[in-house]
């Protein structure tokens, strides 16, 4: 990795703008802004690689809401996991400290205050790596919280450093669902647990009083499980500002879980006179109006009366439109009614992602996909169900944003030309920039706008389709440069205006490339049509739309060179780059490159999730009328001719490595040019620095010598 070192510095001070795998990998890394309750200062995470250290440093970084100035915030990153900020107060804050000095494997809690690094008092010592802290500084004083963990099936949190040794390494299952997604199924299932902190002299955790509040849920089928595994987090529940209540989601207790998305909001009080109720499960005002799929972002009002949340209407397709919903909520003495159900974005052709209530609670903030971006948008609860709202932001996308006291917005944005920007939106619109990491980070000196633009062109259904452009750093004009041309996964997903760690656009156009990264049949954020459209059509809409692309660029961009392209894709992104690879379209390309990406269909029941592919293929695989037949890249194997580099992970249990195996091996048989890499340690996606430094290096080493004549000068592991 030496090399790699020297190449990087040796490319910066030759002064080229180009951005290098190993500038991606080695820049500042920047979580969302947190803003401190009276709003004057936020908190961020801030991690960088370096290889030469062959290490990470993590550091708890306070952004001056007035200024802009960044400085640390003192507090030590390699001892604190989490910090929230305590309402009501100005600058109080309560964190998870990952070690426990009395009970190996635990965590402790710590009340403090952010201008005082050294002055925090340990309040609580847990037993179990408890994470994802949510507090409410409740009217009596006591602060009221919960947090997360991996509990045992009698409910008791599980602390790996006293689980008992098996003999045997067996794992022997009787339900579909034995993995998911990199690990294999376990007897526990994660669980929320609700704590006072009470407030005499000093804070001190209330006797007995950590809680699970998952406990006394009856179940058929899945056992209640918090957050929704394996990408939920804290967002997955919330504790109403005054200390009462609590909101989680859970999936549907009497559906089987690998086939159904459906989970619901459950209700309850903190002080544990009742147990949690589901109100939009079967028989509810919710179901009987159609709304029986996936719920998310449970979100008390300010005032605590309120509970805003977003649900799908089917109940096992992880893509139908997200609608934002509003409920009455009261507790009265440990009784918890709701009432009052309001489909607030019933209108709305788009998906609801965060949730954050305005200051007085009379209206909601929220973001979502829109035409290649997330903007947010504002729905007061006055308006009607045919409401619309306009986008309150424009260009870049939303990573995540807080209102501040004064109902402005704090954003946490990227693009395809920043990592990180943070900035402030008025309430009357207007915008200040208060850090761009384009302007600060040495790594994206460079980087702007002028690299990125758009295009719209008619699809196979003749509706306006949408791609995204991204041309070299030092682009001349005049010049011709290969095509990269970049299909996304999901299917329902979208090719966004957004900064990537894995698939960063700007550094494969670094490389000397134009990429085009269009928004075919499947993608999100133009509508539910063109989502939906997909079912039972993986091969013939989004096949003929990135056909219609190409042709496209190659009758009104001059500077795209379609006859040396190569194109590229991940998952969703991979069964199409495989299935380009099996019609005429794989013609045109001289390389292409699938990630973890199905190339039998006829094996998609050794997946996870089986609701997806249910849903996607129009049935199960012994259903009349799938469509799992229709579109195997593996029946077409007399058409690949293409050189085509294979990439498939040993912990993808998504999409098993089987599929990248059987590729490459008939591609060998066949004679057709093809590498095969593997990361023993990585799942659907590429974590690990140094593993994605060897990623970008090897895929960048096939397609320049293939496109551009460039050595292929690695040499794999031989015979
Ligand atoms: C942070 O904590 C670690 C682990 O306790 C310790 O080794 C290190 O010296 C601390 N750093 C600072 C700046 O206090
Ligand atoms: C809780 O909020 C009140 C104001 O409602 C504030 O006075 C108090 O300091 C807060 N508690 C803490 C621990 O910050
Ligand atoms: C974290 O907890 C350890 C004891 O487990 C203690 O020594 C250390 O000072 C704590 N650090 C902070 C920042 O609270
Ligand atoms: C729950 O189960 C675990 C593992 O079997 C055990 O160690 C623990 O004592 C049990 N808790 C209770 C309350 O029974
Ligand atoms: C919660 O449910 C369990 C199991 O059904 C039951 O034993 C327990 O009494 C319930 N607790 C409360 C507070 O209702
Ligand atoms: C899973 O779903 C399929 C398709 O609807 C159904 O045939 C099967 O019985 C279900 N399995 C379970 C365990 O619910
Ligand atoms: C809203 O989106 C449109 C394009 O769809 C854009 O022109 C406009 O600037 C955006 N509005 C704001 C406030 O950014
Ligand atoms: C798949 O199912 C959807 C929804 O029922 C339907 O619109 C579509 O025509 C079906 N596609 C195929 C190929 O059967
Ligand atoms: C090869 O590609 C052509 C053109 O797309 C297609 O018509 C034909 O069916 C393919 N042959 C096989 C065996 O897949």
Redesign the pocket.
Known sequence: MRFSLTFATALAASGALAITPEQLIGAPRRGAAVPSPNGKVALFDESQYSFEEEGRTVAWKLLNLETGEIKESGFNTSEINEIVWIPGSETGIVYINGTNENIPGGVSIWVGDINDPSGSELVAELNAPFSGLKVANSTSGDLKFLVNALAYPNGTAFNPEFAATPKHTGRLYENIYPRHWDHWLTKERYAVFAGTLQSKSKYSLADNSLRNILQGIEYTATRPETPIQPFGGSGDYDISPDGETYAFITKAPHLNKANYTASYVYVGPIDGSANATAFNGPDSEASKAGHKGASGSPTFSPDSKKLAYVQQDEDYYESDRWQLYVVDVKNDGGKVSVSNLKEASKSWDRSVSAIKWAPDSKSIFVDGEDYGRVRAFNFPLSEKEDFQPKNLTGTTSITDFFVLPDSSLLVSASAAWTSRDFYTLSPKGEQKVLFSATEKDEELSGLGPHTYSEFFYKGAAGVELHALVVKPSNFKEGEKYPLAYVIHGGPQGANNNAWSTRWNYQVWADQGYVVVAPNPTGSTGFGQKLTDDI???WGSLPYEDVVFGWQYIKKNLDFVDTENGICAGASYGGFMTNWIQSHELGREFKALVTHDGISQTLGAYASEELWFIRHDF?GTIYDE?S?YKKFNPFDHIANWSTPQFVIHNTLDYRLPESDGLALFNVLQSKGVPSRFLNFPDENHWVLNPQNSLFWHQEIFNWINHYSKGEPLDTVPIGE
């Open positions: 079912q039972g059509e129009n009328g469509t």
